[in-house]
């Protein structure tokens, strides 16, 4: 089990993306130095390779829309021209649901969220410090940060307080690795045609419930929600998969 600070980038001006890279080239030296770029970005929250119509998933933050061009020219000067094809879209929100396939049918349907927000914080470098702590040292011991960050362990308290108030920190996020729990986890990246406020309410409430659903990203771009799933067995999928568009026809 992994332990990380759940940060709300959009909360310190930020705005996050999310990218699904399509692999051009077999060669597996191009590949492992694209994942090693993009993970060495300073901009990149989260890269992981997938397979089905993409290769590499990748999210970024950014200080805006016009700074997405140059993350890419940062990761193209690394790696041969034209290896990948990038499809890409901007992230609303991002919900973390309960892991309720690991508990009894009647698990509650628990949630961490963070999205857009008209409140925008500044953060210093000791902030920095605390939460990078967080992430390379897995804990958030109060006593343990502080020892490694060179403050008292009450500054820390008061400086972790101060985070979770303004919305920087939204929580701790425990994560397994993944078929380490003997499931297999899925993406489906699913399009709206028309789909108001009241529906998207309903569509979000209908994935908290759901067994078999782990995460929720509301987008803008190539596609409208990110959902991840994790089966007992990947035969289930296309049962999966169709169950959203009986529930709400807009979606495919």
């Known amino acids: 089990i992994s332990l990380s600070p759940l940060v709300n980038p959009f909360a310190i001006g930020l705005f996050e993306y999310m990218s699904l890279l399509n692999v051009r080239v077999a060669e597996p030296a191009v590949r492992q130095k694209l994942l090693a770029t993009l993970i060495q970005s300073p901009c990149t929250t989260f890269v992981g390779t997938v397979g089905g119509d993409y290769h590499i998933c990748v999210m970024f933050a950014t200080r805006g829309p016009h700074t997405v061009p140059e993350f890419f020219y940062s990761i193209n000067q690394h790696v041969p021209a034209g290896c990948y094809e990038a499809f890409t879209s901007a992230c ?88 380490s729990d003997g499931v297999f986890p899925f993406a489906l990246q699913i399009r709206s045609s028309t789909m108001n406020r009241e529906v998207r309410g309903a569509f979000f409430d209908y994935c908290t419930k759901h067994p078999a659903f782990t995460y929720y990203i509301e987008t803008v771009g190539e596609w409208n929600f990110d959902v991840g799933v994790r089966l007992p067995d990947p035969r289930l999928a296309s049962s999966v998969i169709d169950e959203p568009q009986q529930a709400f026809p807009p979606l495919s």
Do not use: W
């Not at 500044?122 to 939460?131: A, F, S």
């Open 92 to 179: 609303i929100s991002v919900s973390l649901l309960a892991p309720k396939y690991l508990g009894a049918k009647n698990y509650a349907p628990l949630h961490q969220t963070y999205g857009v927000s008209d409140a925008v914080h500044e953060i210093d470098n000791l902030d920095v410090k605390i939460l990078t702590t967080m992430v390379t040292a897995s804990t958030i011991s109060p006593t343990h940060i502080s020892r490694v960050v060179g403050v008292p362990a009450s500054t820390v308290t008061y400086r972790l307080s101060s985070l979770k108030e303004r919305g920087i920190l939204c929580g701790v996020n425990y994560a397994l690795p993944p078929f």
